[in-house]
């Protein structure tokens, strides 16, 4: 009990702290950063995984989704048991009950590393990431990564509402053999963002079981990869440090930064494909199978980016009061039962999912396509995004003849141009199949997409806008180059 008085006591002097002397210029990482320390009594002192959990109130229970207790009971039922979880909190609002909770798991393998908590710290600017937020995040993560026990084998970064199937660690040992970093496919809202709501999460032939990690910008999350502690302490990889080499991304895109870097730098990947033993939540199969509604009427807008989970009073609600909206059914894709979640395994998971009633057209799907680009299209939607970017150069071919004819107005199209270059590719690749079987698709060229996307400058999918015409050096101060060119060093496609 003393020391449960002792982090409570901590804990409101760390709030007050925050209010009283923010403003008085005091070192802050002195007075907000608290350590509640290792017990001195752990009983495996040498864990196989370290897991840095970045948490904040949203994940407690007395104002959030109680996030944070689900992550930490998905490490308690893990089949490997040698793990230890560092948390850290980066917010401007307290995490009232994150003491409460560490306290009530009574696991010694759970402590709280640090809490930094001042309203400099808010991460939100209206619906928007505050500019300066990620930024200082990676670098206090970077502080977690190096509290980790020496011995430690695998690192994991996570954060504090997300999940992972009890065999996750047992997956990585199995397949650690000769590898640097191990990648796994994972629930996420941003599962194939650019095809049609709802079915973009669907079990259909040809579509993932959930999205692939592809260890790149848009295609994947930095709790998806297990990373090898002592290779990275050694070379001393740092999140923080990504600003100068992240081609103009904004500080909430360094985990694919990283994977890019770790791949350039001649790490050996494994990918366990197929199988999704990481949730990133929210994730619409994790909202169905404890029962809510998915609303994936808007996944560009800032405020839902990606769709949303919602109980099924509020989805009552929203069909009552919006009048674009519809309900749908889908059966969820999943990896059937090779993983499972705090006793659910998502097999043949039925999911009511709201969208648009013309769902779609231009102004759904067209601006979600256009949004997230061609880097994050998944593989199973590449041909319809190939049809999509040949409608679209017609039509503007079109309209620039026009306009040269001075003939004056709006790009002529009638507003169906997703779904018809949809339906177009669907036809295409049912006659492709049933003459030559097989799908016949080839991968996109993400190397030559990121040479003129960094070109360009990062836009939609969350990007800045780089603006000049050194966006996009990745590897030190050149672009990182394709697998096997010279200079690389990079392997081969694992």
């Not at 600017?125 to 011995?151: F, R």
């Not at 295409?428 to 996109?444: I, K, L, M, T």
């Amino acid at each position: 009990m003393d020391g449960l008085r002792y982090m409570r006591a901590a804990f409101i002097l760390l709030v007050l702290l925050a209010g009283a002397t923010s403003a008085a210029g005091t070192n802050w990482a002195a007075k907000f950063n608290t350590l509640a320390g290792r017990s001195p009594s752990r009983a495996d002192g040498n864990p196989t995984f370290c897991v840095v959990v970045r948490t904040y109130w949203g994940h407690g229970l007395r104002a959030g989704d109680g996030g944070l207790r689900r992550l930490l009971r998905s490490l308690q039922r893990q089949t490997v048991q040698s793990w230890e979880a560092a948390l850290l909190v980066l917010d401007s609002r307290p995490f009232e009950d994150l003491h409460h909770i560490v306290a009530d798991f009574q696991d010694d393998r759970i402590w709280v590393f640090a809490e930094w908590v001042d309203k400099q710290f808010n991460p939100k600017e209206g619906v928007e990431w505050a500019p300066n937020y990620h930024g200082t995040l990676y670098n206090l993560t970077d502080d977690g990564v190096q509290v980790c026990p020496p011995s430690t084998k695998w690192l994991v970064v996570t954060n504090g509402d997300n999940e992972y199937s009890e065999n996750f660690f047992q997956m990585v040992l199995d397949n650690a053999a000769g590898a640097d970093l191990l990648a796994v496919d994972f629930y996420s809202r941003f599962q194939r963002p650019t095809a049609p709501s709802c079915e973009r999460f669907a079990a259909a032939p040809g579509a993932p079981a959930c999205k692939r990690n592809r260890l790149r910008w848009c295609h994947t999350d930095l709790g998806a990869n297990v990373i090898n502690y002592q290779r990275f302490v050694q070379e001393n990889r740092r999140f923080g440090t990504l600003g100068a080499v992240s081609g103009g991304l904004p500080a909430e895109h360094f985990d694919g930064v990283m994977m890019q870097l770790l791949m350039a730098a001649n790490w050996r990947v494994k990918h366990l494909e197929g199988v999704c033993p990481f949730n990133h939540a929210p994730s619409p199969q994790s909202c169905g199978w404890r029962g809510g509604v998915w609303d994936d009427r808007d996944i560009v807008d800032w405020a839902t980016a990606g769709g949303r989970c919602l109980s099924r009073e509020e989805a009552d609600r929203v069909l009552a009061e919006d009048p674009e909206a519809e309900e749908t059914t889908v059966t969820a894709s999943s990896d059937g039962n090779v993983t499972g979640y705090e006793g659910v395994t998502p097999e043949q998971l039925t999911l009511r999912c709201l969208r648009k009633k013309h769902y779609m057209s231009d102004a759904v799907l067209g601006t979600a396509i256009e949004w997230f680009n061609a880097l994050c299209v998944d593989d199973a939607d590449l041909p319809a995004f190939r049809e999509w970017q040949r409608w679209r150069e017609g039509l503007e071919a079109a309209a620039a003849a026009a306009e040269a004819d001075g003939i004056e107005g709006a790009m002529p199209g009638g507003g169906d141009v997703a779904a018809a270059a949809a339906a177009a590719a669907a036809a295409a690749a049912a006659a492709q199949q049933q003459q030559q079987g097989g799908d016949g698709q080839e991968p996109e060229d993400f190397w030559q997409l990121q040479a003129e996307f960094y070109k360009a400058g990062p836009k939609g999918a969350g990007g800045g806008g780089a603006g000049s015409d050194d966006a996009g050096q990745l590897n030190d101060g050149r672009q990182l180059e394709r697998p096997g060119e010279a200079g690389s060093g990079m392997p081969a496609e694992s």
